[in-house]
């Protein structure tokens, strides 16, 4: 798989994939994620990056909800800071609902896309598209 070590937060944990050049998060089964949460990941993609912003592949599909506090802050510049693009992978209507809830706040709060951003059912095709945006 070519992984370096992950960091694991309260409910997932954070890779860098180094095959593909990208930072990959994924959830335990049936999160709720709320602001804490948000902070762990941001945090966690940091570590990860050390230094270095790369895009991020978010896997949605094992997520029941995100708080409007995380969502708000996953959309503000600290976050936005940490990632240059960012996929989200999704399977299911309430995996894409939660995604598009988050894009519709990303884009109110900065008027517009400031870091490309965009949902995938295929990660294959997720990661092809992030690969677009490697330093």
Same mark, same amino acid.
């Given at each position: 798989?070519?992984?370096?070590?992950?960091?694991? $937060?309260?409910?997932?944990?954070?890779?860098?994939?180094?095959?593909?050049?990208?930072? !990959?998060?994924?959830?335990? =089964?049936?999160?709720?994620?709320?602001?804490?949460?948000?902070?762990?990941?941001?945090? &966690?993609?940091?570590?990860?990056?050390?230094?270095? !912003? !790369?895009?991020?592949? #978010?896997?949605?599909?094992? #997520?029941? @909800?995100?708080?409007?506090?995380? !969502? /708000? *802050?996953? &959309?503000?510049?600290?976050?936005? @800071?940490?990632? =240059?693009?960012? @996929?989200?992978?999704?399977?299911?209507?309430?995996?894409?609902?939660?995604?598009?809830?988050?894009?519709?706040? *990303?884009?109110?709060?900065?008027?517009?896309?400031?870091?490309? /951003?965009?949902? $995938?059912?295929?990660?294959?095709? @997720?990661?092809?598209?992030?690969?677009? $945006?490697?330093?």
């Amino acid at each position: 798989m070519g992984n370096s070590a992950a960091v694991t $937060f309260s409910s997932g944990k954070i890779w860098l994939d180094e095959v593909n050049g990208i930072v !990959r998060v994924e959830f335990a =089964p049936g999160t709720h994620q709320t602001l804490q949460i948000a902070r762990e990941v941001i945090a &966690g993609i940091n570590t990860i990056g050390n230094g270095v !912003r !790369r895009p991020a592949l #978010v896997d949605l599909t094992k #997520v029941r @909800a995100i708080d409007r506090d995380a !969502r /708000s *802050y996953y &959309g503000g510049p600290e976050s936005m @800071a940490s990632w =240059p693009a960012l @996929a989200m992978l999704t399977d299911s209507p309430l995996s894409t609902t939660i995604a598009n809830i988050w894009l519709a706040v *990303y884009s109110a709060i900065n008027g517009r896309r400031a870091n490309p /951003s965009k949902i $995938f059912s295929d990660e294959t095709a @997720a990661v092809e598209w992030l690969k677009g $945006f490697r330093s």
